[in-house]
């Protein structure tokens, strides 16, 4: 089944024009690979990717000359564009992690090392080789998140399973790509447990939900 939830234009733009950190691209890459929308989003933004570069050097442009050429660029991600076809299943191999993810936590989901983080509820983390950090999350069926807000840079691709929560449905091979202020508390849906992927920009920061929590201890 096709992808609802899509990356968005922006993280798109920057992720064509070398912008995002590695840790980003490995979950861009986890749903272009999946999603034949995105992939052809994708081939527009390439095209305009390196202008935006360009846009980088001040002697090119004023400020908000700048603006409405970003402006500009996105409108056209969405133009509707032919969808190249699916790449083809590498390999059948069930115990097989995501090839964008083994860099992070290896090829086998057998040989993951979970970690306890609550009832229901284990992750593995991982430095990436920026300095950002990558979240295997897996939360057991029928499960009620905390409310969480999400912080500048975090982009979360669901692996397996499922969730919902006020922005929707969340299914396997959606992504959540989120806005800074966006808060909500997922519950995953019952059967199968939820497996996401997250990839956080800044180095020994928790994750949004976390990071909450701890404010009113630390005064943060
Ligand atoms: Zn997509």
């Avoid at 999946?34 to 980088?56: F, H, P």
Wanted: aromatic share 6%; hydrophobic share 45%.
């Amino acid at each position: 089944m096709s992808p609802r939830h899509h990356l968005d234009a922006a993280t798109l733009v920057s992720h064509a024009a070398g912008a995002l950190s590695p840790e980003m691209s490995a979950v861009v890459a986890l749903h272009l690979a999946g999603c034949a929308e995105c992939r052809a989003s994708l081939a527009r933004a390439d095209a305009i990717g390196g202008v935006l570069v360009e846009q980088q050097h001040p002697a090119h442009a004023q400020g908000a000359q700048h603006a409405r050429l970003r402006d500009a660029m996105l409108a056209r991600l969405d133009e509707p564009a032919p969808q190249p076809a699916a790449p083809a299943n590498a390999d059948g191999d069930p115990d097989r992690l995501p090839a964008p993810l083994h860099p992070y936590f290896g090829a086998s989901w057998r040989a993951l090392k979970w970690r306890w983080m609550g009832p229901g509820m284990h992750y593995i983390r991982t430095l990436g080789p920026s300095g950002g950090t990558m979240l295997l999350l897996r939360i057991g069926p029928g499960r009620r998140m905390p409310v969480h807000g999400h912080q500048g840079s975090e982009l979360t691709q669901i692996v397996r399973g499922a969730y919902d929560d006020a922005l929707g449905h969340f299914a396997a091979g959606d992504v959540a790509d989120l806005d800074a202020d966006t808060e909500h508390q997922p519950v995953t849906a019952p059967g199968e447990a939820c497996i996401c992927v997250s990839a956080l920009d800044a180095p020994l920061r928790f994750p949004g939900w976390f990071a909450r929590r701890l404010q009113p201890l630390f005064g943060i």
